[in-house]
């Protein structure tokens, strides 16, 4: 589970995040929607230790990322939007690399090699991850978040950049990766979360403005979720504007 308390992050006088709490369940899907720009990423790398906040909390497993930021983050396997992967590498020299990195104990051949099954890029293991096309290059990124098997998923905008079919193969393996661990996917995309996700949390300029169920948002603000989110984010606006998002 991941408890995050009154989180805010400041950049001068600037509040990229504002007083935000939410939670994550563990096993769920939460999908954390915003426009670019309204404090999503922001937010992902307090929850993974890249950065700190300037105050509140953030808890994974019972675990305050800033008390014992190293047990926290063994707890998460994180893919930011650009995979951190290395061109000259070849898949399995990357794999290899990540593994110990994260002095992971689990029996290495068959742990990687299941982990490549799961992401479809077992015929690519001998590749250079620079010859791979971004739709590899994302799933060598979800590989590298898998090494460990953390219980934990974040996942920032994981389909930026591929085309239609990359998208609705990255969404499947996102929603089968959710059956056993707690996933955090932040997207600008409502379909994207409308398809994955158990539970929304929808934030703008660096405050939630809603959280909850697919149902219980559409049904609480009697209007369709595609009506709330562009309200939430876009005030009212006329049809024809609506018509171009």
Partial sequence: ??????????????KAVDD????AESGKILGFLGPNGAGKSTTMNILTGYISSTA????????????????AKKQIGYLPEQPPVYLDMTVDEYLDFVYALKKSKIPKKNHLSEICELVKITDMRK??????????????????????????????????GL?????????????????HHTVILSSHILPEV???????????????VAD????ELAKDKNMSLEQLFIKLIYGDIDEEEAELL
Avoid: H, W
């Avoid at 509140?56 to 047990?71: M, Q």
């Fill in 1 to 14: 589970m991941i408890q995050v308390k009154n989180l805010t992050k400041l950049y001068g006088a600037n």
């Fill in 20 to 23: 935000i709490s939410f939670t």
């Fill in 56 to 71: 509140g909390s953030c808890t994974l497993n019972g675990i305050d990322i800033l008390e014992d930021p190293l047990a």
């Fill in 127 to 160: 590749r250079l991850i620079r010859n791979l096309s971004k739709g590899y290059r994302q799933r060598v990124g979800l590989a590298q978040a898998l090494v460990g098997n953390p219980p934990i998923l974040i996942l920032d905008e994981p389909t930026v």
């Fill in 163 to 179: 085309d239609p079919k990359q998208i609705i193969e990255i969404r499947s393996l996102i929603k089968k990766l959710g059956e």
């Fill in 194 to 208: 409308q398809k994955v996700c158990d539970k929304i949390v929808i934030i703008n300029e660096g405050k939630i």
């Fill in 212 to 215: 909850g169920t697919l149902e």
